[in-house]
């Protein structure tokens, strides 16, 4: 990298990976932001199909993933599990 585009990051309070140049250096933010946006998509369409489960369905989804230590499917079920107000059973 150029002495004169490392000033001019760091006049734009950016950092240029090494190796890249300040196109492909976008390129691959916009990638990240837009990588970043498709897992926040699934993550709320996840967590809006385990809210839509009823009450047994819901209890299943835990007996099925309290088994895996702190499994973030379980979790999610368990909160759903409390803010209905029913209480998960215990792991066995």
């Keep these: 990298m150029s002495r004169a585009t490392a000033a001019k990051a760091a006049a734009l309070g950016t950092q240029l990976a090494v190796g890249y140049?300040?196109?492909?250096?976008?390129?691959?933010?916009?990638?990240?932001?837009e990588a970043g946006a498709r897992a926040s998509r699934v993550m709320n369409r996840i967590t809006n199909s385990i809210a839509k489960l009823d009450d047994e369905d819901l209890l299943d989804l835990?007996?099925?993933f309290r088994t895996d230590a702190g499994s973030p499917l379980d979790a999610m079920a368990v909160a759903e599990l409390r803010k209905r107000k029913l209480e998960p059973e215990p792991a066995a």
């Design 21 to 33: 140049s300040p196109i492909m250096q976008r390129q691959r933010n916009k990638w990240r932001a």
């Design 62 to 64: 835990h007996d099925i």
